[in-house]
């Protein structure tokens, strides 16, 4: 097996990926590979690439498989990313899973994490979630920020993000389930898929990551 850590992180918004991912990239010392991140670093660097994805946005269409490809594979060329990778937001649709099957080759994904956390539960939590217009610091509705609209980091205002009502909540988690169902397939198909409860506490989900980790993969 290769030493190289490839895991891919799955999960509704609201389902507490950005949690776990940022405590699972520092536990196993990896990079956090979000594809957000890595849009919004190229086109800051201003590379080849950058610009390509600059057009596209600028043009207020949705960045092509092909074009993330391509980011995600300049990204694990990088020298932190030389012991493996945690993907988040990426596979978002099988042709995606299926290049980076190509793309990894033998090191290959080595475990799928599917945070299953009811549509109920994750509604909640969206729902109460506030967050900063500045600097992106999230809140719950009922801290002392949400109810003055401030932030305490950067005193930006404090917002709820149209996405976060409840009926964009029930379309943006309609439109998951249906492009996750062939990825959770796939994934099964392999034997790759871990399924986690993500409705137990933070701490309580990452150590049953860890532990399905050093037991699927690691041992």
Request: charged residues 25%.
């Amino acid at each position: 097996m290769s030493a190289r850590l490839n895991l891919v992180v799955l999960g509704k918004q609201g389902a507490g990926k950005g949690t776990q991912c940022h405590r699972l990239a520092a536990h196993y010392g990896i990079p956090h590979i979000s594809t957000g991140d890595i849009l919004r670093s190229a086109v800051k660097d201003n590379s080849a690439l950058g610009r390509e994805v600059a057009a596209v946005l600028d043009a207020g269409a949705l960045v092509s498989d092909d074009l993330v490809i391509k980011l995600v594979e300049a990204r694990f060329r990088e020298a932190d990313a030389a012991g493996g990778g945690l993907l988040d937001g990426f596979p978002r649709t099988l042709a995606q899973a299926e290049a980076l099957e190509r793309l990894l080759g033998e090191d290959g994904v080595k475990l799928c994490i599917n945070l299953d956390v009811s549509t109920e539960l994750v509604t909640e939590r969206l729902s109460s979630r506030r967050v900063c217009q500045e600097c992106g610091s999230i809140y719950s509705d009922t801290d002392v920020e949400a109810i003055s609209g401030t932030c305490s980091k950067c005193g930006g205002d404090v917002i709820q993000r149209a996405d976060d009502r409840p009926e964009a909540i029930r379309r943006r988690l309609a439109a998951y389930e249906q492009d996750t169902e062939p990825l959770i397939t796939f994934y099964t198909s392999r034997g790759l898929l871990a399924t986690v409860d993500g409705s137990r506490s933070p701490d309580e989900v990452t150590a049953a990551i860890q532990a399905v980790v050093a037991g699927r993969v690691l041992a």
